[in-house]
Structures are given as C-alpha cells and as structure tokens.
C-alpha cells in the first residue's frame, strides 16, 4: 500500500494545465493566457498531421520562452513508425535533444528503445495511444522509464482514484477538456478499413463523426460523441494527486487556445469559472458532458444528429419573418460574432445584420428559410474574445552541448561530442566551491549558438574548493564556443546491432479470435497446443489474470494485447507468449524492446496496417494476413444492430462491459 504521506503530498501539488497547440502563435496565446504547459508535435511523426505544427525554429523560440517564463514544453512524438523511416526518427530525436524538453509523448515502443538508448536525457511520456488503463499497465511503462503516463479517456474518476493510490511515483496525466473518440485510442481501426488512412499515423479521417443508416434506413450518427467538459470536476481530481490535466485541441485555432486556458486556469485557481464558459464554448464545443469521468449511462454520450461545433445557446427564435427572425437573447449580440440554428440536423451559419434592438429581443436578417419558429440560436464564435495574433519574433533557445570540465591547478579542459580542447589557468586554493562559479559562467553563451550544458566537473587539483578568475573562465567560454560554433554538428545516425533471426510463423491470427471479438480467453487448440488472447482493453485486471492462470497450464501459449502484459508475462515464466496484434510490431526496434522484457518470446505479429518490413529483425514477425480487426472498440453504449454506410454493413453488438464494431 502506498505510504499516506505520500498521498498527500501529491494531493497538495498544484495541478499542471497542458493546453494543445497547433501553432507556435497558439502556444505563446495558451501560455499567456493561463497554461502551465503546452504539448505539440513536429512536422513529422505527430498524431495530427492537419495541424500547423512546429518547425525547428518555432521549437528553439517556444523552448526559450517557456525557460525564461517558468512553463513547460512537450513534444508529441505519437505515431508508429515503419523500419524504413527510423533514420528520420534518429535525427528528429537528435534535434529535440539538442534544445531539451521537459517530455517526449510517445505510443511506438520503438521509439521508447531509441531514447533509452541514444537519448536519455530525454523525459519519455507515455501517449493516451498506447491504452494505458490499468495499474498494471502504469506499472509496466514505469519499469521501462517512463516518467509520466497519459490515461485512457475511458476512465472514471473512481478508476483512476485506484490508479493513483497503486502508482503514487509516477506522474498521472488526465484529459479533461475536448474531443471523445468513440473507440479506445491506439486501437481504432475505422479510418485505416474505411479509407486507407491511419490514425495510428496522425491521417484519421474521424469516422467516427460520419453518418450511417439503421436497419431501417433512417440516417444516424451512432458512434459521434459529446465533447468532455470536466471544469467542475477539477477539484476532485486535484485531490486525488493528479499531476496534470491534458486539454485536446492541436486543430482548434487561437480562440480555443485563449479562451479554455483561461476557463481551466480558474477552475484550477478556484475562481468562478463558470463565467467564463461562454467564452470558451463558442470557441469550440460540440454537445458535451463529463465523459466517463462521471457517467454511469454509457447510452446517453452520443451527440445526436448534429456532430458539430455548436457553442453555447444565444437565445430563442420567438418569431419568424420573410427575411428575418426574432431573437429573445440571454447574451448581447454583436456584428461580427458567429451565429448558427439547427433545424433537423442541419445548420445555417450567419453573421448578424441587426435591423432592430429592443431591450434584450432582436430582429436579426436572415437569408434563408428557417422551417420553424421553435428554434435555438446558438453563438459560435465570439468577437469580443478574439486575441491578437502575438508577435512571434521572439528569442530562441540556444542548442545545448553536453560537456564535461576537468581541472587541475593550471589546466582546464572543456570535453563536448565534437570538440575537446584545455586551457591555462591558475587555480587557487579558496573556501569558496569554485565549481558553482564554471557552472553560471559557462552556461552562459552570448552570440553563440550552442549553449553549454555542464554534466560533470571533475577535480583533479589538489585543492577540494578553489577560485578561477571570473575573467578568465569568461575568455574560456567565449574561445570555446566560437570554435565550436565553426564546426559542423555532429548528428547521431541511426544504426542498429540487432541479427535477424528466424523464428516460428504464428497460426492464421483468425484462427484465434473468439466469437464476435478479437480475442480469447477460453483457450483454443492449434497443433497440439492451447493459445490464448488476452483483450486489449480491461477494467477488472486481477479477474483477468486470474481467469488465465485458472484455464492455461504450463507450456501453453498466451497472446499479449496490451502493455500491462508484457509484465504479467515476466512474473509467469510457465507460459509461453507472442506479441499480438494490439502490441503493434511497428518495427524492428519495438520487437527488439519486447524480446529484452522476454527472452523466450516465440514471436509476434506486425503491426496490422502493414504487410512488409525491413530486416534486420530480432524475430521474424507474423503477417497477420486474412484477419479482420473490428473498426470500434468502445465502452460507450451504441444501440446494437446492422448500420450500413456507402453500400457497406458493419455490425454492431456488446461484449461485458465493451461495445465491437465490425464490418460484415
């Protein structure tokens, strides 16, 4: 059990407001506005690709402002990579490491194995992609060094209190404002089947918010659900030691950005927030509630037939003209604010013309025919909270060079990746620790590009505390980086040890779902022996386990479909195991991280949205070549049945506590 003094240190931490930012204006906007951190992505290997995203320069400013302003930057690096395009990774990598940050998010446990072993300075973040809901799994990205884990959506404020208590040295990140995907994140497969494009590879084509037809033809949307708005729940999650709240939002624009930092700032502060919600939603709200942070009634999540942005209600269309509504409104209306009625699922967009103004009631010109006059006004956008684009010329971080600095009583020599060079000095004996002075001197860096990072002073005067002259360290520093800066970087290149080894092909992975899922934990018998599937997704992990070890004997073979497994197959030698389709073989460096974590793994399927790698491999993986994985794995309540789409049929029915979505 976790100490009760350490629970309630994390509950007296003040909680972290990470708000998305699509832009470096976004960033600087959500920053100025409230935020604690800010998560983005690069130009390549983010989740969102549709975002603006940060070029190398944008990374040097917004690194240089969150240092000099006390805030925090993270890096989405949370997509899986393919064999082919690890070098591209390595120097993406190598380019982060050289300005820092203070965490990589990341889902592709390839990546996890090239920082821990060319970046380790570099925090790793574990993304919401890679289905972390259990504590087993929190536990198992810890013991691979992980230092912080954003949870599942899908979780309720009970289930992560559970977390908390079991997983106290950790950081816990929670979302707690945006978008809801209908199926887990990381095991979505609806726009990889539908259209070709991979979320997994920041392209999804949100399905999810696609119409269908029911078995009876009528057009729904079944699997579109409400946004999460989670402000009054602040407090209860700060007392539960929850170390940050994650705000989605990477596409949103520079109102989102501004306004729901500073709705979530005064939550977090204990302000009235709830004068601010206006504001905010018009920035960017669907239908939206608590999530599962609060809801029992999974059935109720859906957004209806609107699946759109909708703000927050205006006011009421008393009356209807030719050419003009009436409008009692509960807010002030303004020329250039954005308004919107929906009638019967779909919306007309306007911006006011205001022919007359009577106390709160309003005539508004409208240009087309509005069918009923029982209608809601809805204000999406605001004028009034627009914020000014921020000047973007703005410092830049300098890139770091890690050195090393040895002295003895005449000499001091400066070691860095590419340059290595001593100079004379005359040490002398003092009371003072001379080191804190080389520190803050060398730190510095002028004009130069490339900063100091001083890892290690070694001592090898005959003195334990000394003085150099502030003059001369500074003539040091100033000769050194000079040089340095004349020299070409020195680029780590991605290179790998690993020997391809053949191994054993696994069976047709159809042969091992169960019915109407993805997996089974019954046991089947293939060739004389008994394989299992563990679920991707649990909520009962102990009843899971134990379930297993009461079915499987020695000797048989277990198929591992989430994180947590890895280190429930480190504690049951007796079984044999496989990587399945949900660990995502993306590339030969994740097999390579799974194979160290379990010597005797007999294999593993690829990653099932290819059918080709590269060599070398530390095994050879599986083509997982006729199976068909459903679309949806959700715990929201949809209505089972057939729902067709473009001549297509997907089936949908319940399994426990899950709802599967496939194509039939």
């Known amino acids: 059990m976790p100490c009760p003094f350490t629970l309630l240190l994390s509950a007296m931490k003040k909680i972290e407001l990470a708000m998305p930012a699509g832009t470096l204006e976004e960033a600087l906007i959500a920053l100025r506005s409230g935020a604690d951190a800010v998560y983005f992505g690069m130009k390549e290997f983010s989740a969102r690709k549709g975002a603006g995203n940060f070029s190398e320069e944008d990374l040097a400013k917004i690194r240089q402002y969150s240092l000099e302003n006390g805030k925090k930057t993270y890096i989405a690096v949370n997509t899986l990579v393919d ?383 000394f003085y150099i002259s502030p003059k001369r360290l500074k003539e040091i520093r100033r000769d050194f980086l000079a040089e340095y800066d004349a020299m070409p970087d020195k680029e780590i290149e991605y290179t790998t040890d690993i020997e391809d080894n053949e191994t054993m092909t696994l069976p047709d992975r159809n042969l091992l779902s169960g019915k109407d899922v993805p997996w089974n934990i019954d046991g089947i018998a293939i060739d004389g022996r008994t394989w299992f599937t563990l679920p991707p997704v649990r909520f009962d992990e102990k009843k899971l386990y134990s379930t297993i070890l009461d079915r499987a004997k020695p000797g048989d073979v277990i198929g591992m479909n989430n994180i947590a497994d890895i280190r429930f197959a480190k504690e049951h030698p007796e079984f044999s195991y496989f990587a399945d389709v949900y660990l995502y073989l993306s590339n030969r460096e994740a097999a390579a991280l799974i194979k160290e974590q379990i010597t005797d793994l007999i294999g593993g399927y690829l990653w099932i949205e290819r059918d080709s790698y590269e060599k070398p491999w530390p095994f050879t993986p599986t083509i997982a070549e006729n199976f068909q994985p459903p679309l949806f794995i959700s715990r929201a309540w949809t209505e089972e049945g057939i729902y067709e789409q473009n001549g297509r049929r997907y089936a949908v029915k319940r399994a426990d506590e899950l709802t599967i979505t496939t194509e039939i």
């Open 83 to 465: 064999d082919a395009s690890l070098g591209k990774l390595t120097k993406l990598l190598d380019m982060i490491s050289h300005y820092g940050t203070d965490g990589v998010i990341v889902q592709d446990l390839g990546v996890v194995n090239l920082m821990r072993e060319l970046f380790p300075s570099l925090p790793i973040h574990g993304s919401t992609q890679l289905d972390v809901h259990t504590v087993d799994g929190v536990k198992m990205l810890q013991d691979l060094g992980f230092e912080r884990v954003v949870l599942s959506r899908e979780l309720s404020l009970d289930e992560i209190s559970d977390i908390r208590k079991a997983c106290p040295d950790i950081e816990l990140k929670v979302f707690i404002h945006g978008a809801l995907c209908y199926g887990f994140s990381g095991l979505c497969m609806a726009s990889h089947i539908i259209t070709g494009r991979s979320a997994n590879e920041g392209a999804c084509a949100q399905i999810c918010r696609s119409w269908f037809k029911d078995s009876n033809g009528r057009k729904c949307y079944p699997f579109s659900l409400e946004d999460l708005d989670g402000a009054e729940l602040v407090k209860m999650l700060m007392d539960i030691g929850i170390d940050s709240l994650k705000v989605e939002g990477r596409l949103k624009g520079p109102d989102y950005s501004k306004a729901v930092a500073e709705y979530y700032r005064a939550a977090i502060d204990g302000k009235d927030f709830r004068q601010l919600e206006e504001p905010a939603a018009a920035s960017f709200r669907r239908k939206s509630g608590t999530g599962w942070l609060l809801n029992t009634d999974r059935r109720n999540m859906q957004t209806g037939r609107y699946t759109g942005h909708r703000g927050y209600p205006a006011g009421k269309i008393t009356a209807v003209y030719r050419d003009a509504i009436e409008v009692q409104c509960r807010t002030g209306i303004f020329p250039h604010d954005g308004l919107m009625m929906i009638s019967e699922g779909n919306a007309y967009r306007f911006r006011p013309e205001i022919l007359r103004k009577n106390g709160n009631t309003y005539t508004l010109r409208i240009e087309d025919t509005v069918s009923s006059d029982d209608m809601i006004l809805y204000k999406i956008s605001d004028s009034r909270s627009t914020p000014p684009s921020p000047s973007t010329d703005i410092r830049q971080a300098k890139k770091k060079a890690d050195a090393v600095v040895s002295i003895t009583e005449s000499a001091l020599t400066i070691k860095t990746d590419k340059l290595s060079k001593t100079y004379e000095i005359d040490a002398q004996i003092s009371e003072n620790d001379g080191t804190a002075s080389i520190r803050k001197i060398f730190s510095q860096s002028g004009d130069s590009m490339h900063q100091l990072a001083i890892t290690e002073i070694e001592n090898n005067s005959r003195y334990s505390s």
